[in-house]
T-cell receptor, first 113, second 109 residues
Framework: DVKVTQSSRYLVKRTGEKVFLECVQD?????MFWYRQDPGLGLRLIYF???????EKGDIPEGYSVSREKKERFSLILESASTNQTSMYLC????????????FGSGTQLSVL | KNEVEQSPQNLTAQEGEFITINCSYS?????LHWLQQHPGGGIVSLFM???GKKKHGRLIATINIQEKHSSLHITASHPRDSAVYIC???????????FGKGTRLHILP
């Protein structure tokens, strides 16, 4: 069964801490994405990557960075966590071609105190 | 205005009812996805459509490219269908995926 694995289900951090959210997929997908999901706002794209060492800003990249050193791993970094970054973070990967499909991790609920 | 609009936002129905959730979009698309999210759970893909209609069990998804509209139907609904259903489109313009805000469905036993 295909899998997108996020390293933590729940995370509590303090304001100003550097936070790493890890995502690993086992499907050899080139396309990977980081979203945050907030009540009433739906999913918003933070960053995405179409290949190793490649990254593109999404709609809300401020306060975040990403790293993709290996094809299977896409990491989201909060350089200095702030309370407005408290959210559910979802990683996804996507197959290419004409029969594309989206696969999501189970999410990381991050609370910044 | 959101580029992907879903209706209704919330829907409560009795077990066995026929359910329809609608999705309208304003951009040119390469694909449209229907996704399901259970409370506290991850998101799973139900369908990808680029034209026509697809069926999987009690779920049917249709798309009308000219009208920029898609519907998700659930026949003989069951309490386990209670979830948030999300419509998402892949934009032809920049290849990004744009999500609707979801429809929260609650099926009463």
């Amino acid at each position: 069964d295909v899998k997108v694995t996020q390293s933590s289900r729940y995370l509590v951090k303090r304001t100003g801490e550097k936070v790493f959210l890890e995502c690993v997929q086992d499907m050899d997908h080139e396309n990977m994405f980081w979203y945050r999901q907030d009540p009433g706002l739906g999913l918003r794209l933070i960053y995405f990557s179409y290949d190793v060492k490649m990254k593109e800003k999404g709609d809300i990249p401020e306060g975040y960075s990403v790293s993709r050193e290996k094809k299977e791993r896409f990491s989201l970094i909060l350089e200095s966590a702030s309370t407005n970054q408290t959210s559910m973070y979802l990683c996804a990967s996507r197959t290419g071609g004409g029969n594309e499909k989206l696969f999501f991790g189970s999410g990381t609920q991050l609370s910044v105190l | 205005k959101n580029e992907v609009e879903q209706s209704p936002q919330n829907l409560t129905a009795q077990e066995g009812e026929f359910i329809t959730i609608n999705c309208s979009y304003s951009v040119g698309i390469s694909a449209l996805h229907w996704l399901q999210q259970h409370p506290g759970g991850g998101i799973v893909s139900l369908f990808m459509l680029s034209s026509g209609k697809k069926k999987h069990g009690r779920l049917i998804a249709t798309i009308n490219i000219q009208e920029k509209h898609s519907s998700l139907h659930i026949t003989a609904s069951h309490p386990r269908d209670s979830a948030v259903y999300i419509c998402a489109v892949r934009s032809k313009r920049d290849d990004k995926i744009i999500f609707g805000k979801g429809t929260r469905l609650h099926i009463l036993p």
